[in-house]
């Protein structure tokens, strides 16, 4: 197993600073929601992780606890994700995005 | 090279992976994106097989995004880390021999202009340091005091880092690496002097932890060569496996360059400050309001 980045939404859509979507060395795999947050009744929307394509670095770790300071992320083993976004399962729409949550390992493993 | 190319062909569309339909449907082409909207739309650059944690992936995600039109865009680079996120990129990529990227961006760059003539075909050399500074030195140079219009990049990680460690031009003195054990024993190059005095119309360092500066320096490095002339950027974009960085402290480490021998430095020829304000509506090189002058009193 190894290491993915897991946000977490309470935090993130109360500040919706957005700076880790900016820091990532891999392109669209910090992704942003405005539905996943505000549909649970935050305030803005949140990022998210396409864990299939995080290589684990944990740099947006540091842009969050110390840039932004709001400690919204954190490493987990991808097997203990009961539910995230994969690529294939984002789409994208005018000007956010919207992912339908699975489990990690089923389908990559597919 | 247009908006053309990334366009269904008729009756494909259902058989073209979700990517790229992604890309198509919701990509940057044709439209004007900034690095604020980044998590928002699909990038051109796709998954690639650089080291986690990257600095200089992370400079090439930003530039890219940065292009101002990347639909109508190529990137020239030569052997590096670089070249292996940039060639997984939705735009035409022309792979040199070693060092001759400039030598190639040339000849690019003026049969471009014969073909489509006024219509804006941007080219852009991405490379290392070993490529710009070292190996392919003389066609850089040269380049600019041809005064090509087109625009280089350095993407400086201070040593060869796909051989395994070897000291660069760029290295700083006294940097000991894998192959370079006793410490280099000569200064870091001064690049950025040199694009001045071979007549680069534009001269930027930047770091890529300011991601709207650096889309702010690439756009405007863009735009000048387009018409003025040869422009220059060179940016820190360290390597974490030669410089043993942990991936998690890589911006830690870029703050602490940049505050050390990387601080945002910009040159702008009084020609390109003048493109920029008449061409593109810039702002900042107009000329500053003269100060109220000082009341003169009343003789009595």
């Given amino acids: 197993m190894y290491l993915v980045a897991n946000i977490d939404v309470e935090i993130c859509a109360s500040k919706s600073c957005k700076l880790c979507t900016q820091y990532c060395p891999e392109a669209n795999t910090i992704q942003y929601s405005e539905t996943m947050g505000t549909d649970k009744g935050y305030k803005y929307g949140t990022a998210y992780i396409a864990v299939d394509r995080c290589k684990g670095c944990a740099l947006c770790v540091w842009v969050c606890d110390t840039m932004a300071k709001n400690n919204a992320i954190k490493m987990i083993m991808i097997d203990q994700l009961p539910l995230a976004a994969v690529t294939d399962n984002i789409r994208y729409e005018e000007k956010t995005t919207v992912a339908v949550l699975s489990n990690p390992m089923i389908v990559i493993g597919n | ?300």
């Fill in chain 2, 1 to 300: 090279m247009s908006l053309d190319y990334v366009k269904f062909s008729g009756g494909f569309e259902k058989f073209m992976p979700k990517e790229y339909r992604d890309m198509v449907e919701h990509g940057p082409f044709g439209k004007k994106i900034s690095v604020s909207q980044m998590g928002s739309f699909k990038e051109i650059l796709e998954e690639h097989p650089m080291c986690a944690g990257c600095a200089m992936t992370l400079f090439i995600r930003l530039a890219i995004i940065a292009f101002p039109n990347p639909e109508d865009t190529i990137t020239v680079g030569t052997a590096g880390c670089g070249r292996l996120a940039i060639s997984q990129a939705a735009i035409p990529f022309v792979y040199g021999n070693y060092g001759d990227q400039n030598g190639v961006a040339s000849g690019l760059s003026r049969g471009l202009r014969l073909r489509f003539g006024d219509k804006p075909k941007d080219v852009v050399v991405m490379a290392g340091d070993g490529g710009t500074a070292d190996i392919g030195f003389q066609q850089v140079l040269h380049s600019w005091f041809r005064k090509e219009r087109f625009t280089t990049i350095m993407l400086d990680n201070e040593v060869y880092g796909n051989t395994g460690g070897q000291e660069s031009g760029m290295t700083n003195r006294g940097a000991v690496l894998k192959m370079a054990p006793l410490g280099k024993k000569f200064e870091k190059m001064d690049m950025l002097q040199m694009a001045k005095v071979a007549g680069c119309a534009y001269v930027a360092t930047v770091v890529p932890n300011n991601p709207r500066r650096v889309e702010s320096v690439i756009k405007k490095a863009v735009l000048i060569a387009r018409e003025v002339g040869s422009t220059y950027i060179q940016a820190y974009t360290s390597c974490n496996i030669e410089y043993a960085i942990p991936t998690d402290k890589v911006m830690e480490d870029a703050k602490t360059v940049e505050n050390d021998r990387y601080q945002f430095t910009e040159y702008v020829s009084d020609e390109a400050k003048q493109y920029l304000t008449e061409r593109y509506g810039y702002k900042d090189y107009l000329p500053k309001a003269a100060a109220p002058a000082a009341a003169i009193p009343n003789k009595a």
